[in-house]
Every structure is written in C-alpha cells, then in structure tokens.
C-alpha cells in the first residue's frame, strides 16, 4: 500500500463507521449514503486519487455525524417520543439530516468516476448532473428504507410523508448546490479531474 | 430515414398519438372502460388520457420544429411506454394485478434511464475537448443520475394529491417504496444495456442517432 492509499483509511473508516451505526440504528437512507461514501473512498484510493482527500474526509465525516445525530438527539423517540417536536416537524428534521450528509457525498461520486474513468467535469456539467445524482441518491437509499425499516414503517413512523419530504427536500437541496457550484466553478475555472480539482488551462 | 420521410412520419404521429388519446377519453367519460369498475376515479382516468395526449405530441412537434430528431426505435420505446401506461391504468390493471405497477416501474425506468443515457452521449459529443466523461464516466453516470427520474415521480404523485386533498397516484408508504425498489431494477437492467452498448460503439456513434439542434436536426 502506498503513502497516498494509506491517507484514505481516515474517511474509509469514518465511512465504515457511519454505515456500522446505521445499519445498528436502522437508518436506510444513511446506510446507503454511508456505503456510498465507502465505495467512493475506495475507488480513489485504488486509484491514489490523493487530490479528493479533502472532499473524502468531509463526506465521510459528514454521513458518520449525521447518522449519529439521527441515532442520538434527532431520532425519533428523543424528539417526538419525547413530546419535544410534532410528528410532522421530525418529518422536516430527519429530511434536512439526510439532505446534509447527501451534499458531500454527490461531490465524492464525481471525483471517484473521474478519478476511475478519467472522467472531466467542467462547471456545467458538474452542475447539470449534481441534482440528478442527488436525487437518485435519495431515491435509491429509500429502497433501503423498504428493507431495513420494515418495523418503522409497520408501526407508522415511517410514512409517505417521511418519503415524499425527503425527496423533495434532497432534491431542493441538491438543486441549491448545484447553483452554488455552478457559480464557483465558473469563477475560478474549475475543473474535477482525475487529479482532482484543477484549474482549467 | 430521410428528412422528409422523418416529418412525414411526425406529422402521423402528431393526429394519431392524441387521437387514441381522445378515444380512450371518450370511453372513460362514458364508463366503458374496466378501470373505473377497478376503482379509478372518473376524473383521473380523464387526466391521465389529456396528459398522456400532451405528452405523446411533444416529440413530433420538437421534430416538426426541427429541435429535436430521436431515431425510429426510440421514439417507438417511448410511444410505447406512454400507451402501456394510460391503457394499463384504463384497464384497471394496476390495481387488479398486484404486479402490474412494479413491472411498469421497472420499465419506465429503464427507457428513462436509456434517454438519461443517450443524453450523456450527446453531451460528451458536444462538449469542448476538455471535457469528457470516458466510456465508463458515462455508465457510471447513467446509474447515479437515472435513478433521479423514479424519486421525481414520487414526489409528483404524493405532491399532486396533497395540494389536491386526494389519493389518486399514491396509496401509502409500502406503494411508495416498493415502486422506488422496482425503478432500482430498471436502472440496474438500463446501467448493464448502456455497459453493452458502449463495448460495441462510441459515444459520438451513439450521439450521432440522437440528433438534437436546429443545425443538427436540418443536416441529417
């Protein structure tokens, strides 16, 4: 293993992590963001992608918070169970928690497909695609929803609502980021290469 | 296909496409479909009929504009998704066969995938020289970003009948989910078709079936 392969055990196991206490506290959407984040951060490691460390620390970290932030002071119980927060407020909390972690992990994916493809994204098509990717994310990770809340859903904490919300919300916030990006990659010329960010020549 | 055998054809579609459309109206409004006894409300059959009308005269119409030219088995997959949709729901089968949503999930989400797919050939042809996203960029983003169009839908139906105050498109969590996990399948089975197709062809080659532009539409 090399210098730089050594440098992604740090977010691999944040990642790790994160997926572990997700799938300990049942959360399928960040189980899937989670083992989203380890797949990326392997695929840059295989590739010594060492120019996305950054980005990869700060998914990685972001998904390990936010699923311990749903598993402790936002779950369920402590808030609604609690008579702290309506039902339909939680609702709101847990889509912008996965709206949080969803941001920097969609970011990851571009440098881990540029990093194993030699893929280059410009300001244009990072954006045009950074919503997409977003709210396939979310999409998906609700699958895992199907499989690992079934007692949730049984018992009504989940519902369409939680569902609907969230997409929409994942969706919205995805759509906010790509506007962002768009408007900083064109300032500064940026380019997502496989060596990472690069100013376009 | 030539220019003009290509608007021949956009302007058969254009009549035809809104005529069955209007067909399928008329025998809603006037209780003659089995959809109705399955337990569709009247005025959503009508809807879907008008929707599904507007839809299928997109295409000719960006063709007769010249915007827009899809190649023959496209525009057929998409045709054919649409009808299966609106005669589906017409029929009752989604709610008589417990299967029938998820099977018409997964297609849809394939043929969507497959037009997310050739629009990412289309853009890699038209970008600048610096910008690429290789053979596997292309699969790799078929599947991220095909998977966006399934969590869309869901969100027009459970946002449509809750600022109607209705339960048309969405009966519940489980419905929900378990069309999320049938639209994974689809663009699973849409991931592996682009995976094959770009082991035989390049994306230009791909790109180049899918003309879109005035000028490109106007040269082929």
Redo the contacts between chains.
């Keep these: 293993m090399e210098n730089t392969q050594r440098l992604f055990l740090a977010p691999a196991c944040l990642s790790a992590a994160s997926l572990a206490m997700g799938l300990w506290c049942r959360e399928g959407v960040l189980v899937f963001l989670s083992a989203d984040a380890l797949v990326f951060t392997a695929m840059l490691a295989a590739k010594n992608g060492a120019g996305a460390l950054g980005c990869a620390v700060a998914a990685s970290a972001a998904v390990l918070a936010c699923t311990a932030l749903l598993a402790t002071a936002a779950s369920y119980d402590s808030l609604v169970g609690s008579g702290s927060m309506g039902r339909e407020s939680w609702i709101y909390v847990v889509a912008f928690v996965h709206a949080a972690a969803l941001a920097p992990v969609v970011l990851l994916?571009f440098f881990a497909?540029?990093s194993?493809?030699?893929?280059?994204?410009?300001c244009?098509?990072v954006s045009?695609?950074f919503?997409?990717?977003?709210?396939?994310?979310?999409?998906?990770g609700?699958?895992f929803?199907?499989f690992l809340q079934r007692a949730d859903?049984e018992a009504g904490i989940?519902?369409?609502?939680?569902?609907?919300v969230g997409?929409?919300v994942?969706?919205l916030a995805c759509i906010a980021a790509s506007a962002a990006i768009y408007a900083i990659f064109r300032r500064r010329r940026l380019?997502i290469s496989p060596e990472g960010l690069r100013v376009?020549? | 296909m030539s220019t003009e055998a290509e608007r021949r054809t956009a302007w058969f579609l254009l009549v035809m496409g809104p005529a069955v459309m209007g067909v399928l109206f008329i025998l809603v409004s006037e209780g003659s479909v089995k959809g109705l006894d399955s337990g569709h409300p009247v005025e959503y059959l009508q809807s879907t009929c008008i929707a599904g009308a507007i839809v299928l005269s997109i295409i000719p119409i960006l063709r007769l504009l010249d915007l827009v030219s899809l190649p023959p088995w496209f525009t057929a997959l998409l045709y054919g998704v649409v009808y299966y949709y609106v005669l589906s729901l017409c029929q009752g089968l989604y709610l008589d066969i417990a299967w029938w949503g998820d099977v018409a999930h997964s297609i849809t989400a394939a043929i969507v995938a497959s037009a997310?797919f050739a629009a990412l050939c289309v853009?890699q042809a038209r970008?600048?020289p610096?910008?690429?996203?290789?053979?596997?960029?292309i699969v790799?983003?078929t599947f991220?970003?095909?998977?966006?169009f399934?969590?869309?839908w869901?969100?027009l139906e459970?946002?449509t009948d809750?600022l109607l105050g209705t339960a048309y498109m969405?009966y519940?969590?489980?419905d929900?989910?378990?069309d999320?996990?049938a639209?994974?399948i689809g663009l699973i089975a849409a991931t592996a078709v682009a995976w094959l197709v770009l082991r035989k062809r390049t994306p230009e080659q791909v790109a180049s079936e899918m003309r879109v532009g005035r000028n490109a539409v106007r040269r082929g």
């Design positions: 994916s497909v540029s194993t493809f030699g893929s280059v994204f410009n244009v098509t045009g695609l919503w997409l990717v977003g709210t396939g994310m979310v999409s998906v609700n699958v929803v199907y859903l989940v519902t369409n609502s939680n569902i609907d997409l929409m994942g969706m380019l376009k020549p | 997310a853009i970008s600048p610096h910008v690429t996203f290789g053979r596997g960029g790799a983003m991220l970003a095909g998977g966006a399934g969590g869309v869901e969100i459970g946002y809750t969405s519940g969590a489980w929900t989910l378990g999320l996990r639209d994974l």
